[in-house]
Structure formats: structure tokens, C-alpha cells
């Protein structure tokens, strides 16, 4: 008789207490929404937070609003990890005001999703991993621990894939987390789950997190909004990295939205609660309103990273963006940054100093991973010599520099090696602060990624470097926005006909043509597109509000974002 591994009976255990968890809600959750829900739905954070702690609207009118949603975006996207929905109904608010009046929970009555890389008491913090099932945290995270002060309703936990890296959404564990806009198309990693959750309005906050794009990728592929903060700014102690111990190129809790103001309402509460008491690695910062409504900003536009030209779509993203800034009277210029791929490659070599240890020793034999992570480990395994050699011949044959110097530098490094590397980090981070400083910018605009969301099982083709444009702000801890300006035309978008034997394809390097060879226009149709708005550090007040003008600027011109409803 055939007996399973402990890897398929964990997967099982796992998809079966979710099932059961979403079985046990009554009846009334796997209904439509009413027209009363769908008020619930509309209100604006700041509204919610307001009504709830007046006692006009009930934690089970909340709940249920979002819990109905919650329930149809599993059903069409499978973006759940864990259901708290019946332990959410009696959780504990606190008081929302003291005896002088004063608020004291900003966030009463917010439910707030959480990405299942982040320890809440009493469940399991999965990473995708089966080996972490069954094995409840002890203790919640910083951020949980102030969110349920601030009197937030934390209600599901979100998929993610093995070890956070991918950029797919898909693990043994919970199976594969959709694109809401298209099934066959993915939702982003690693926070695809909750990306596909804000979309389909199951949530006001996802809590994910980003070390390479994994709150600014899903907000993309998803049409929601996302910002990576600098390291220090949110509280994410607690939040478990895809490598432990790694910090020169650190994690960061990152709050993403379906609303702007919302985006920036919840981090502004969330740093009232003075985070730094929650969270001792928390720079005690306090909020710094901004208003730059009516000024004339400079905003500088990287259109080609080196690596991977920006699909039609994307750059039309991009284009909209900067006529619309210019029409309300900014100035928007080219702006050439230091060598992204010169950044990039020190930031991959950092990343898998170990050799992919962290990622891959938590990992069960029989544990299905991204292929872009097995790449990754296939390409760390090859000896030293041979890789130099492919290098070479890459070189001589391709002329793809970028494809070659990965070859020849990602490999397990000694202590002294990964200490000269963080030593070009930091030469790095310094040719960025001249160059920002010699145009006079206020902000970077770019492409998240050079690709609207990919078609299920293409990831192996369109590469993790592909996620240059965002990785790179990483790599500099600078603060860096999503939010959604259209949709993949089918006319617009389409590539020519005769593409693939023009100069520009014939010019593309080894990376860029296999991207390329998963852009499909006509397939993608109605696929949103995002464009990111690039701070410096400790910038996330300004950030939020270069958003928000980029998104005024949009509807000024008569290219408001309006996301599809589900």
C-alpha cells in the first residue's frame, strides 16, 4: 500500500483545516453581497474606524461585508492560508477612547490581512513550508501585536510560495494563488495571496512584506497599491525572512492597499502607535505630515534598466504617468542612474552568500519549488571553473554581459568576500545619492516590472532578475511605491508583427528575449499595470503624497484608475 511522505501528509493536513475553517462560517458568509455590504465595502478607512468605534457599525457587520468577499476570493483565486474569521467575531477590542477622550485605538474595526511569513499567537507561520506545519508561533509579531491594539481585525493569513522567493504565488502547501483579472496568469510573489485578496476586496490592509518586490510586484500584476519602507521605518520584528540572518539586503514589513488614502491613513495610524515601543529594531520616527499639493516637482523617469526594455504596455504605464505630470506643470526628465546590473549583481550575490541555505534547508526532498529559485540552486551547485567558462563563451557568443557576469559571481562566499561586497553596496548606495543630488530630483519613476502579469508556469523564462526595477531599491533601502494607471490594451500593447526579426529583438541579450517570449498583448488584454513612485530613505511621508499627485495628475487627464469589481 502506498503510505505518504510527511511532506503530503502536512500539505493535507494543512488544505484541510482550511477547508474546515471556511466550512464552519454560517451559511450567510457564502451569500452576495447586500447593498448594505457593499456600503461597508466603500467606506474609507478613516470612515470605518470612525462608525465602528461610535458603535454604529458592529465588528459583525464588518466581518460579514468582508467576510463574503473573503470567501469568493478563495473560490476564485485560492489566496488563503489560514481563516480567523470566528476567532476574529469574538476578539477583544479595546477600548477606543480614554477617560480625557483621547483615541486610543486608530484602527478600530480594520481588517487587516496577514501575509503567512508574520507570527500571530497560537497558528502556524508556514513560509509555504510543510515542515512548519503544525508548529504554532508562541508569540505575535510587533506589528500584530500593535494592530490588535490599535483595535484592527486580523481575520485571514495569505498564501505564500516556499521560502518567499518567486514570482509566482504557488506552493504543495495551499496550491496555486490566481491573478483575479485572469486565471491563467499569475498574482505576483511572494504576497501573490494578498494581492489577490485586496483586489477581490477582502481586506482594506494586507500586512506583506518585501525584499525583492513581494509587496510591489502583487500590487502590479493586481491593480492595488503597495510601498516598501526603509528598513527601520514599520515594525517587522517577528516577520520571518526568506534568509535568515541576512542583513545587507534586509526585509521590510509593507503595508499594501486597494485605496491610496487608505495606504496612507494606515501608516500614518500605525506610526501614531509609536511602533518603536512594539518592535525594538524600529527607528523612533515620528509621522511628518507632507503636503505638496501645488508645488512643481522634479521627477526623473528610468525608461531602460540595461536588462529588460519595458513591454508596450508597461512603458504606455509610464508614459501616461509622465504626460500628466507635465500637463499639470512638473518637470519630468530622463534620468541615468548608476548601472542597475552592476547593482543587481552585488545584490544577488549578497542575497545567496549561503548558497541558498536559508532558503532550501527548511525544504522537505519532495517540496516543489519556483523554478526561477531552482535556477538559482542548479547555477550555485556548478563548479567555479565551468562557470567562468560559460561566461566566456556567453560572452563571445551572445554578447549578453549581464547573463555572463551572474555566471562567473554567484557562488558561496567566504565571510571576507561577503564583507567586500557589502563594502561595493555601500560605494553603490553613494553613486545614487550624487546622481539623485546632481538632477535636483524629488522622485525616480519606473516600471515595477518590465512585464504585465506573467502566464502560469513562464517564470522560468522570464527570470528573477527580471525584477530588477524594484529589487534595486532594495539594495539601495530606499522607499518605493506601486499604484495601478491601466490595462494591457490588446491594439495598444501588441508587439509588431515582425518582431522577433527586428534590430530590437536581434539586440536583446539572453534575459530580456526570454521575457519577451512570454508577452502576449492579445492574451493579457485587460491585465492591470502599475507604475512606481521612488523616494529616498526614510522618504514614506513624501512617497505616499508623490503617489497621490501622480494619481490626481491621472485623472486630471482623464486616465483614472478604475479597478474591476468582484
Known sequence: MFSPSYHQRDCAIKQEERQRKLDELPPSYFEACTDADDKVLDLPLSELVQRHSAGSLSTASILLAYGRKVVSAQKATNCLAGVMIQEALTQK????????????????????????????????????????????????????????????????????????????TSSDLFGRTSNPYNEKYASGASTGGGGAL???????????????????????????????????????????????????????????SRRLDDLEEFWKRVVEMKPWDYDHTCVPL??????????????????????????????????????????????????????????????????????????????????????????????????????????IVTRKWTGDEVWASMLETLHVKSPAEERSLVVSRDEYRAKWHSAWDADELDF?????????????????????????????????????????????????????????????YKNMGLISKGAYSVYDAEAMHGLPVGVQVVGRRFEEEKVLQGMKIVEDALEVCGHKFIPREF
Not at 508556469?457 to 511605491?481: H, Q, R, W
Open 444 to 504: 525616480v519613476l519606473t516600471v515595477p516590472h518590465p512585464l504585465p502579469a506573467i502566464p502560469t508556469g513562464t517564470a522560468e523564462k522570464v527570470t528573477l532578475v527580471s525584477c530588477g526595477p524594484m529589487m534595486i531599491f532594495n539594495i539601495l533601502d530606499y522607499v518605493a511605491g506601486v499604484l495601478p494607471v491601466s490595462f494591457v490594451d490588446r491594439q495598444s500593447d501588441a508587439l509588431p508583427n515582425d518582431f522577433i526579426n527586428s534590430a530590437e
Open 286 to 391: 515620528p509621522w511628518r505630515p507632507i503636503d505638496l499639493q501645488g508645488k512643481k516637482l522634479k521627477f526623473g523617469v528610468i525608461w531602460e534598466d540595461g536588462i529588460i526594455s519595458p513591454s508596450p504596455a508597461c512603458r504606455r504605464a509610464l508614459e501616461l504617468v509622465c504626460d500628466a505630470l507635465e500637463n499639470q506643470g512638473h518637470e519630468v526628465l530622463d534620468f541615468s542612474p548608476p548601472s542597475i546590473a552592476e547593482g543587481l549583481n552585488v545584490g544577488f550575490q549578497l542575497s545567496f552568500a549561503d548558497g541558498g541555505a536559508g532558503v532550501f534547508n527548511p525544504a522537505r526532498k519532495d517540496e516543489k519549488f519556483d523554478p526561477v529559485i531552482l535556477g538559482i540552486k542548479s547555477l550555485m551547485a556548478l563548479p567555479l571553473w565551468l562557470k567562468k567558462f560559460m561566461a
Open 93 to 168: 477590542i479595546p477600548a477606543s477612547t480614554d477617560h480625557k477622550g483621547q483615541r486610543l485605538t486608530p484602527l478600530s474595526g480594520v481588517p487587516v490581512s496577514i501575509k503567512d511569513c508574520i507570527d500571530i499567537e497560537g497558528y502556524d507561520t508556514t513560509l509555504g513550508y510543510s515542515s512548519k506545519v503544525n508548529h504554532p508561533a508562541s508569540s505575535s509579531a510587533a506589528i500584530v501585536r500593535l494592530l490588535h491594539d490599535a483595535g484592527a481585525i486580523t481575520h485571514v493569513k495569505t498564501t505564500t510560495p516556499p521560502g518567499l522567493i518567486g514570482l509566482e
Open 198 to 256: 485586496l483586489a477581490c476586496r477582502g481586506s482594506v490592509i494586507e500586512i506583506a512584506t518585501d525584499m525583492g518586490g513581494s509587496a510591489r510586484m502583487p500590487a502590479h500584476f493586481c491593480g492595488v497599491y503597495g510601498m516598501k519602507s526603509s528598513v527601520g521605518r514599520f515594525p517587522s520584528w517577528g516577520a520571518l525572512p526568506p534568509m535568515p540572518g541576512l542583513e545587507s539586503i534586509a526585509v521590510t514589513c509593507s503595508p499594501m
